[in-house]
């Protein structure tokens, strides 16, 4: 150790470059100038003068033009050879010189005076190393070769003046005993070899000497202004500090980081470049596989050799990391140690050449140097760690999109039979993109471990035993023991998780019926019982949260635990084996550092063992997927007889791929061509395609569905397709298209059919240069039986990738009846639709699709059961104006339809009728009249009866009518919700308008942290709660820190008696021996305590996170269910959904986690920072510095990490819809051969999501290396503040140890408390958005009358009288209802009729108060019924909607859930609903289930269960509004007969869509623009010239 110096010699002390000690031999040249060491060390730094003196100039004054002619984006473009090698070097270099200065310090420190030449030419050497890396980087980023002739020279010159110093050391003797010769030997080899690095640059590229240089290209990726992920093309320096993110991250502070700003991968980390990694492995594991079937061997093998040497290079750096961690330990207990001695002072014993030598061992006898090690190591620690993270975490988003991209293309080659059999569903392939592959992801990023732990856990233990003996054994057995319990609890919150998530699902289920059927709840005043069903699941739910708090509380507490523990054991053992035991604070504090490193790989065994378990599962079911059948298996060669004429010339053809699409830009074709589906023959011109002897089935093993299929479709006709159900006509077109496997026979082509899509470049004489040619089939234009669409606006299904014509387009929009539609959608045809836009209907969905099929530039279209969904009108308008008129007169193409419409069949050129999977019939209609009149008779008569239904329909209106008016009803929502949207933002702009910028208020907005959410969420833990969770976390920490403090003294205490005894200074042998007894029993009650608090902090938290999650949620539902209906009529559904089910399983599950989280690392922080203040007052100084640059770190990473996380989630969906949408659509897609374009989009979408995982990643990589580099800054403060301070003012060696042990703790929570600040920040958006919903206002459900003074009939006689009623939606908007006047006699029939937005529903849902009656009043029986408590007035009157409403469970349930009538009432309703022998029928009968929605029952009837439940009630007054607007005539008939009869007696109003149905009506209302138009019978109203009578005509 450095000896301890006094003040005043140090003072008085010479300084010279050469000494100016008495018997210096400094200044000698007897022996030549080169024997004088002196001379030697001042020649050294010639070299250094050089570089600095030539540099300094360019380096400021400017590189002048660059000398490349290629212009790039980014000046990261790395071309000179054997660029990491010389940053490598370079750093070594340095390492070295460091030491270089260190051992001349330590060394000059025994001399009288100075002896400047010691260190000062090491630290020329470390100024002109750095200027030499910098130099260098400039001349590389500019591309400026010629100014490499500098670096050159100082090579050259080092290496020469180093060999030099190491030849004279070896002629004087000194060897590799003094630690000054292996440095000169080391830094001579390493300007050797930096030297050889210069010249092999000059060689390769051919610069200085040479004439001319060979030329470069910079990567592609960098001409790429779009490539904005640098990390593979920096420099060494900035790979490690992730430097190159610095302007990415400031930048987010000033503007929001979007897709735009993130730009696009590099190629080498794009998903096509390893899906071909992926590929040629899997190809290559295939040839080895002696078996052909795969398996989840062969699948790791497949991952292995793609993508395992990433991972080999991740685990090395981890590996290295963990050994450097050891350090700390070590380092700690080597200066603690040194500190601690009293025997401290040496002597050199070697002094040559006039100054002295010391050995590495005497060198690291210092305290200081030891220091400055540990800060080196530290650096070199985190640096590695993070690289192997960074590794590890982008070879697994790299084999992600690899996977996703393989199960795409095996997604569009599927067999058809897969997914109709239910072998595969979209939920399962969802499955596997959604979570198998991020499964596989997290694998690889933890698989490191897998090899790291066993060495860091053997290294660790051995060390410990070292330090400890047989002791630490028992200690690190404690460790070991509760490591399988850990294990346990691990596996029980894994289960407790899933229990949560089935009742999640179930809560939701009922929390999504309850908001669906909101309206019909409020109107029967169900609110309670259905809020009543959910808080029950809600219980349930949180009885399995309370089993996972209670795993995560304990997994928590152990984590805390478990060292304490092992460390009293440990501790408690040692001085009971050992009379002598060494406690030193070297020993203890080492021993203290080594157990919190020993408990990490052990807490982190269970997640690596449940993520490979997990891994596992996937590979199987990865190996089950890819192994399915494909589509087309059995077309790798086709051998065919051609007709006489050719037949010599051509006996076998084999099939020839020809790709006819554009290619696209990753060029698929090279690297994954498709399997061959059908052949194509030349036909006469008259046949387009020809079925020959065709037996088709959908499974290999199942009898063929289509069986002797012999059929012709002729060319540029109309060919329709009739049958019964289930004859097999959709099959037949599947069939067509190769979608059914096929057992025998062939499917001709027409090679017509494929001159629109002839590959661009080959010619009409290469297409015609044989007589027949056998390829594959063009595109075909399929509009499918259920409509498919994509996640896109309404032109761009249409359009589907096709160039957009105008003139086209219009008439496809005409023919396909859509512009009434598109008129109502707020962007008009750029409106999104699909599961993320607007919602449409089945007719709105199935025209869409068959514009699509219409609008493609095909041959051939098939278009199956088109006019299913589709009323008679629109049938008719598309099969003249769409199919007859634009496909066959305009455009003559081939058209297959598949239609139950019989009345269309005079249009068909050519009809094939079906019956049981075979052809029945084929020809033209005349044909099938001649050849089998009994099934042409058939087909009259259905025709006539379906012309019969067409009168019907006409009478009764149009169902698209209907869609319509649902779609602009919802639209109305939309435009409601936006307006107050945009009106509350004006406000908000007109409030903010003073301060300045808006972006600049938003930004600030954005940097702030939601501390009003936070405050929200703590105080609703209660006043119990609250206080025990802030002093628990108080008192654990303060306890912990006295545990460590009184170890502190413990151990100071033991090694001052034991230096006394070794001086003789002890008086008695009392004194003479240290009785540990008192300190242990101390330090036992204080881990004790300690462990205890642990144990209750940890439930404290999870507690309070249960409470404060069963608060928000019983509050926000209670707040829905009693909200307004106009809340709900513009507020999206979505976004109400969204509260109960992402933001409460935040709530449930995330915050509680993070705040323990954030709680312990600030606290821990922030007692760091006080033990080592308090040992060491100086460090307060040097914080503040480092706590400036720490808050602008942090302030600019949660603002970046927060978009990065945002961005991350929100590209996750599109890539999930697109696998959905594909395997919906996957037919379609085949037919219309679009699978290169939906793949190049799902390259694109996987592309996205992975660049916005890879700046995540590197954002969260860039903050801890800057978080562990400040750590280890305050480890350095920490330990040269505390070694000075023990050296010249006594400060106990333990305290020492103390503040060393908390300084090296300091790194590493430093960066977990900004990541779970980062977290917090996200996960409060959750509060606060829960926090706006709990803002909203409710109805006034109490009433100015008590239901005492209501009579318990009331209404018993349904006298209505509506006087001077103004109605309104919303105080902000205009009247819909303007002074009406209305008076209804009990028992009355009146009908309510006006056209569209006249107010009907409006004076429907007054009677119940939906809406706002801001004048005038209602009066039933007498009285007033805004006087009357809500719940009871919506309670006695019933109402029959428009949209029929069932919920799921039994039929019971849905007529009666209030569980108030008999069963034989309940029967009675049904059989007034002519339900009763329907329900009878069913298993359980009134006790049958309903699925959700009432999907078990068709439309009308369940109206008519709607009808039975209004009767149920019994109530006096019944309104029905357009109650049978959705149902058929038939169902309607019965419903008005019930109404007539069985509501004989009550007053009944009907608002009337169709005039025809109030005919019968005692009085008759119409409304118009929101006022009482006529009032009268309806012979009154018919007699004159009303609008009731022009309404009546218009209809007829």
């Known amino acids: ?268 980390m794009r998903a096509i470049t390893n899906y071909v990694l992926l590929k040629d492995a899997y190809e290559a594991q295939k040839k080895k596989a002696l078996v052909g079937l795969q398996d989840t061997k062969m699948i790791w093998r497949v991952l292995r050799q793609a993508f395992g040497r990433p991972i080999i290079l991740s685990s090395i750096f981890r590996i290295l990391a963990d050994l450097l961690g050891f350090a700390g330990p070590l380092c700690i207990s080597g200066i603690v140690h040194h500190l601690s001695d009293e025997h401290q002072a040496f002597h050199p014993q070697v002094k040559m050449l006039g100054v002295y030598f010391i050995s590495s061992q005497e060198f690291l006898s210092n305290a200081y140097v030891i220091a400055v090690l540990l800060f080196l190591a530290l650096l070199l620690q985190r640096t590695f760690l993070q690289a192997s993270y960074y590794v590890a975490i982008e070879t697994g988003i790299n084999l992600r999109g690899a996977i996703e991209t393989k199960i795409y293309n095996k997604i569009l080659r599927l067999s058809t039979s897969n997914m109709s059999m239910g072998e595969l569903t979209v939920g399962q392939i969802c499955n596997l993109v959604a979570i198998d592959t991020n499964q596989l992801m997290w694998f690889f990023f933890l698989s490191p471990n897998l090899w790291a732990m066993p060495v860091q856990i053997i290294v660790g233990v051995f060390l410990l035993y070292y330090l400890l003996g047989i002791s630490a054994l028992i200690g690190a057995t404690v460790i070991m023991l509760l490591a399988p319990v850990q294990y346990f609890v691990a596996t029980k919150f894994s289960h407790a998780q899933k229990s949560t998530l089935d009742y999640s699902n179930e809560r939701l289920r009922k929390t999504n019926e309850l908001l669906r059927g909101i309206k019909l709840l409020k109107l029967y005043a169900w609110e309670k019982i259905f809020h009543k069903s959910v808080e029950e699941t809600r219980h349930k739910e949180l009885t399995c949260l309370t089993s996972f708090a209670l795993y995560t509380s304990i997994s928590i507490f152990m984590n805390a635990a478990i060292p304490i523990a092992a460390v009293l054991t440990t501790f408690v053992v040692h001085t009971q084996l050992y009379e002598d035991a060494d406690l030193s604070p070297a020993v203890a504090f080492a021993s203290l550092s080594l157990f919190h490193i020993l408990v990490t790989p052990l807490f982190l065994l269970s997640s690596v063992v449940r993520s490979t378990v997990k891994a596992l599962v996937s590979v199987q079911k990865l190996s089950e997927f890819f192994s399915s059948e494909e589509i087309g298996e059995d077309h790798s060669r086709v051998v065919l007889q051609m007709n006489t004429e050719n037949s010599g010339k051509y006996q076998t053809i084999p099939l020839k791929v020809i790709n006819r699409k554009r290619p696209t830009k990753e060029g698929w074709q090279k690297f994954d061509p498709q399997p061959m589906q059908q052949i194509s023959v030349t036909e006469g011109d008259d046949v387009f395609i020809k079925v020959t002897n065709g037996f088709f089935t959908w499974t290999s093993d199942g009898a063929p569905t289509l069986s002797n299929i012999d059929i012709k479709i002729p060319y540029g006709q109309l060919t329709m397709i009739v049958g019964q159900v289930g004859c097999g006509k959709s099959s037949l077109l599947l069939a067509i298209l190769g979608e059914m496997q096929k057992y025998s026979g062939l499917v001709y082509w027409n090679r017509a059919s494929d001159a629109e899509t002839t590959e661009e470049g080959s010619s009409a004489e290469e297409d015609t240069s044989i007589d027949v040619e056998v390829r594959k089939r063009g595109s075909v234009a399929y509009a499918a039986q259920k409509p498919w669409l994509l996640n896109r606006t309404v032109e761009e299904n249409i359009t589907f990738g096709n160039p957009f014509n105008k003139q086209r387009y219009r008439a496809v929009i005409d023919a396909c009846s859509l512009q009434p539609d598109i008129d109502i959608l707020p962007q008009g045809d750029q409106t999104q639709i699909g599961e993320r836009g607007i919602i449409l209907s089945g007719g709105q969905r199935q025209r869409i699709s068959v514009a699509r099929s219409l609008y493609q530039q095909t041959n051939v279209v098939f278009l199956d059961d088109p006019f299913s969904a589709l009323d008679i009108h629109l049938g008719d308008h598309l099969m003249q104006d769409g199919i007859l008129k634009m496909l066959q007169e305009e455009e003559k193409r081939t058209v297959v339809l598949v239609t139950h419409k019989l009345q269309y069949l005079p249009h068909a050129d050519w009809i094939i009728a079906m019956k049981d999977g075979t052809i029945q019939r084929e020809g033209t209609l005349k044909d099938i009249q001649n050849s089998d009149p009994d099934l042409f008779e058939l087909w009259k008569t259905l025709m006539n009866r379906q012309d019969q239904e067409l009168e019907k329909e006409i009478v009764a209106g149009s169902k698209t009518a209907l869609e319509r008016k649902n779609l602009r009803r919802a639209m109305y929502s939309r435009e409601a919700l ?120 940890s439930i404290a938290v999870e507690w309070t996170g249960l409470k404060v999650t069963k608060e928000l949620h019983k509050s926000l539902l209670n707040k829905v269910i009693l909200a307004p209906m106009r809340f709900f009529e513009t507020t999206p559904l979505g976004n109400i959904l969204n509260r109960f089910s992402s933001d409460t399983n935040i709530i449930d599950q995330h915050i509680p986690a993070t705040l323990e989280c954030l709680s312990r690392s600030t606290l821990l922080c922030v007692s760091a920072l006080a033990v080592i203040s308090y040992v060491t007052p100086v460090f307060v100084i040097a914080l503040v510095p480092l706590a400036v640059v720490y808050y602008f770190i942090q302030k600019y990473f949660r603002v970046a990490s927060r978009d990065l996380q945002q961005l991350d989630d929100s590209t996750q969906l599109p890539l999930l819809s697109h696998f959905s949408e594909t395997v919906e659509g996957l037919t379609t897609i085949r037919a219309l051969r679009e699978e290169n374009r939906f793949r190049q989009k799902l390259l694109e979408l996987t592309d996205t999501n992975n660049i916005a995982s890879l700046f995540l990643t590197a954002a969260n990589r860039w903050l801890e290396v800057r978080m562990e580099y400040i750590g280890a800054c305050v480890v350095l403060i920490a330990a040269v503040a505390s070694i000075t301070n023990s050296l010249y003012y006594g400060l106990a060696s333990g305290l020492v140890g103390l503040g060393l042990t908390y300084a090296l703790m300091i790194s590493n929570y430093l960066n977990w408390m900004v990541r779970n600040l980062a977290d917090m920040e996200v996960q409060l958006g959750a509060v606060q958005r829960i926090n706006n919903l709990l803002k909203i206002e409710t109805e006034n459900y109490d009433g100015l009358i008590s239901p005492s003074q209501i009579p318990p009939n009331w209404p018993d006689e349904g006298e209505i009288k509506i006087q001077n009623l103004s109605v309104r939606y919303d105080s902000t908007l205009k009247p819909v209802l303007k002074n009406v006047n209305v008076h209804i006699s009990p028992g009355q029939k009146v009908g309510i009729c006006g056209r569209t937005g006249s107010g009907k529903s409006s004076f429907s849902l007054a009677f119940f108060r939906m809406v706002d009656m801001f004048e005038g009043r209602i009066l039933i029986d007498g009285i007033d019924i805004s006087k009357l408590p809500l719940s009871m007035l919506r309670s006695r009157l019933s109402i029959i909607l428009q949209d029929p409403v069932l919920f799921s469970g039994s039929i019971r349930f849905n007529l009666d859930p209030e569980k108030k009538c008999t069963d034989s009432i309940l029967w009675e309703s049904l059989e007034i609903a002519q339900l009763k022998h329907l329900v009878k029928a069913l298993p359980g009968g009134l006790d049958a289930t309903v699925t959700e929605g009432g999907e078990n029952f068709s439309l009308g009837q369940r109206q008519l269960f709607c009808l039975a439940r209004a009767f149920v009630r019994k109530s006096s007054v019944l309104i029905m509004d357009e109650a049978t607007a959705s149902i058929d005539m038939e169902t309607e008939n019965i419903l008005q007969k019930v109404v007539m009869t069985a509501f004989a007696d009550r007053t009944v109003v009907t608002i009337a869509h169709r005039v025809s149905l109030i005919l019968d009506a005692d009085q008759i209302v119409v409304l118009f623009e929101g006022t009482v138009a006529e009032n009268d019978s309806v012979s009154n109203l018919m007699s004159k010239d009303s609008k009731f009578a022009s309404l009546v005509k218009s209809k007829k």
Not at 19 to 39: H, I, P, Q, R, W
Not at 73 to 78: F, I
Not at 221 to 244: E, M
Not at 1046 to 1054: E, G, R
């Open 978 to 1097: 936006l307006k107050t949207l945009q009106e509350a933002e004006d406000e908000e702009d007109m409030a903010e308008g003073d301060d300045g910028d808006n972006l600049s208020l938003v930004l600030r907005e954005r940097a702030k942290m939601p501390w009003g959410a936070c405050g929200k969420y703590l105080s609703l833990a209660g006043c119990l709660l609250l206080p025990l969770l802030i002093l628990s976390q108080l008192f654990k920490h303060t306890v912990m820190v006295a545990i460590d403090y009184w170890l502190a003294k413990w151990t100071s205490d033991a090694i001052y008696v034991k230096n006394e005894v070794e001086k003789g200074n002890c008086s008695s042998t009392q004194d003479c021996y240290f009785n540990h007894s008192s300190y242990i029993i101390v330090f036992s009650i204080l881990c004790c305590l300690g462990i205890v608090l642990c144990l209750i902090t």
């Open 1 to 268: 150790m450095m000896p301890r110096h006094n003040a005043g010699p140090i003072i008085t002390m010479s300084l010279s470059f050469c000494g100016n000690d008495n018997d210096t031999a400094a200044y000698n040249v007897d022996s030549g100038v080169l024997n004088n060491g002196c001379f030697v060390d001042a020649l050294n730094v010639v070299p250094h003068v050089f570089l600095l003196f030539i540099t300094f100039p360019i380096l400021f004054i400017g590189w002048g033009s660059q000398s490349s002619k290629v212009h790039i984006h980014h000046s990261t473009w790395l071309h000179f050879p054997g660029h990491n090698l010389r940053w490598i070097l370079t750093f070594i270099l340095l390492f070295v010189l460091v030491c270089e200065i260190a051992e001349g310090i330590v060394s000059d420190g025994f001399t009288e005076t100075r002896h400047l030449h010691l260190y000062m030419p090491a630290g020329m050497g470390f100024m002109a190393a750095i200027t030499s890396i910098i130099y260098y980087h400039n001349i590389e980023t500019s591309n400026f070769p010629k100014l490499l002739l500098a670096l050159l020279v100082y090579w050259t010159l080092a290496f020469v003046t180093k060999t030099i110093k190491f030849a004279k050391f070896c002629e004087h003797g000194i060897g590799l005993s003094q630690l000054r010769f292996c440095i000169a030997a080391l830094l001579a080899i390493l300007y050797g070899m930096l030297l050889a690095v210069e010249v092999n640059v000059i060689r390769m590229r051919r610069y200085i000497f040479y004439k001319h240089s060979r030329e470069v290209k910079p990567p592609e990726d960098l001409q790429d202004l779009g490539v904005r992920f640098l990390q593979p093309f920096v420099n060494l320096l900035s790979k490690c500090t992730y430097w190159w993110m610095n302007r990415f991250i400031t930048t987010a502070h000033k503007r929001p980081i979007d897709i735009k700003a993130i730009g696009k991968l590099p190629f080498a």
